[in-house]
């Protein structure tokens, strides 16, 4: 089965910066999509980033894009989310999940991904 574990959360101010990390277990499919997820209090859960590591696409919620990087290590199955210049409505629990069929075409959507980790906590101070 797939394992999925999330790390990287913590207490930051705001402007600061993070680098949160998804290890993979247990994926033995030839493609796929591993996307971060976001789900702040009180709100729905709403995608952030995906990367497809056979090709290298990567993509962003358009809020996002120049604040937020995604990058894979194949040599340890992680996947990372760095997180610059953070604010204090970017504080939720930040998940990542895996999905087999559409590989990050429907990234924003977290009803079609199949596997998911706890998640790990961002929060930022104002």
């Known amino acids: 089965d797939v394992q999925l574990q999330a790390s990287g959360g913590g207490l930051v101010q705001a402007g600061g910066s993070l680098r949160l990390s998804c290890a993979a277990s247990g994926l033995r499919r030839p493609d796929y999509g591993i996307g971060w997820f976001r789900q702040a209090p009180g709100k729905e859960r709403e995608g952030v980033s995906c990367i497809r590591p056979s090709d290298g696409s990567t993509y962003y919620a358009d809020s996002m894009k120049g604040r937020f990087s995604i990058s894979s290590d194949s040599a340890k199955n992680t996947v990372y989310l760095q997180l610059n210049n953070l604010k204090p409505e970017d504080t939720a629990i930040y998940y990542c999940?895996?999905?087999?069929?559409?590989?990050?075409?429907?990234?924003?959507?977290?009803?079609?991904?199949?596997?998911w980790g706890q998640g790990t906590l961002v929060t930022v101070s104002s």
């Open positions: 999940a895996v999905e087999t069929f559409y590989y990050c075409s429907q990234h924003g959507f977290p009803g079609l991904f199949d596997y």
